[in-house]
């Protein structure tokens, strides 16, 4: 099964670092740094993510011939890329951590430009046996082209649409748009307030969009599934972890939640499946964890070998 990822990528920098004492000139702390590293963000996370499953995996995305561009490119280990030109710098996100805390974000890299796809991009979605998009607000999926190609691809396999306040609305072939609360809250004009903001929201954006399901993620609550037609809508609770950097954990969602659709699990154990894998993510470290080489868990290695022979038995029988 050929994963198609398509939206923004971001380079993401950690700085991580040690703090004593304070500057003299200005009560901030003075980071020690001991280690910078670049990783793939965004959409680029989430193709990392799925490819470290060990599938087969294509971002399509946009991406600026600027040294942040080659940056961000050298970290898509595993992932098929194809890329659109951009006329916008690549978005640079860097996190400085002191002592294991996050204390500051240095954005970089501006508003989103208009991204530039040729004819292998459209191809690429049109071929696509899953898809997953991962919108951050910096113009991929607004454009029309990708749009069209995204709405006709969607009504033939499973797409999940993980949407950014500042991206474009999802195109209503989408099966499943996983918006967290905020992100639920604020589309839908309603103020953050648990889970009846979370079950409100729901069902406003399920109407306006038209999709087969809204799912709003609660971080440690676990995740809201709304169905149209459904009396009600589900709580999926999540397990109880420690307290831990949440960076990462929507796009492991996503990811994990297309492919438990893809593998034909009833959509409520599909959530609930993401909301697990999500939650294990988190635990073992988030996207720190992604420095270790990636080794899949049994489970996954398992359900990617049956969903491999499935394949393998209906193109012997096609």
Same mark, same amino acid.
């Given at each position: ?17 040690t ?32 490819a ?32 659109a ?17 996050l /204390? !500051?974000?240095? $954005?970089?890299? &501006? #508003? =989103? ?7 292998? *991009?459209?191809? @690429? ?34 797409l ?80 109880? /972890? !420690?307290?831990? $950097?949440?960076? &990462? #954990? =929507? ?7 297309? *492919?438990?659709? @893809? ?22 470290g ?33």
């Amino acid at each position: 099964m050929r994963i198609t990822v398509v939206g923004d990528a971001l380079l993401d920098v950690d700085v991580d670092g040690t703090s004593e004492r304070l500057a003299p000139d200005a009560p901030v702390p003075v980071v020690d740094v001991e280690r910078r590293e670049d990783r793939a963000g965004g959409a680029g996370l989430a193709a990392t993510l799925l490819a470290r499953d060990g599938h087969e995996v294509e971002l399509v995305t946009a991406i600026a011939e600027d040294a942040g561009g080659q940056r961000l490119r050298a970290r898509l280990d595993g992932v098929r890329l194809v890329a659109a030109g951009s006329n916008a710098p690549t978005p640079v996100k860097t996190r400085i951590r002191a002592n294991g805390h996050l /204390i !500051a974000r240095i $954005d970089e890299g &501006g #508003a =989103g430009g208009l991204p530039q796809p040729g004819p292998e *991009v459209l191809a @690429a979605i049109a071929a696509a046996e899953l898809l997953v998009v991962a919108d951050y607000g910096r113009g991929m999926t607004a454009h029309p082209g990708v749009r069209a190609a995204l709405e006709r691809r969607g009504a033939a396999v499973p797409l999940v649409w993980d949407p950014h306040p500042r991206g474009a609305d999802p195109v209503a072939s989408a099966d499943t748009v996983t918006p967290n609360l905020s992100e639920a809250a604020r589309a839908a004009g309603l103020p953050a307030g648990g889970v009846p903001a979370a079950a409100e929201a729901s069902r406003l954006l399920a109407e306006r969009w038209g999709c087969r399901a809204v799912v709003v993620t609660l971080g440690a609550a676990g995740a809201l599934l709304r169905e149209p037609g459904a009396a009600a809508p589900l709580l999926l609770p999540a397990p109880s /972890i !420690a307290a831990a $950097d949440p960076c &990462g #954990a =929507g796009d492991r969602f996503a990811t994990s939640l297309a *492919v438990a659709l @893809a593998e034909g699990l009833a959509r409520a154990e599909a959530v609930g499946r993401a909301v697990e894998e999500a939650t294990a993510f988190i635990a073992g470290g988030g996207v720190a964890g992604l420095r270790v080489p990636a080794v899949p868990s049994l489970a996954i290695t398992t359900r990617r070998r049956a969903l491999r022979a499935d394949e393998d038995r209906r193109r012997e029988t096609a």
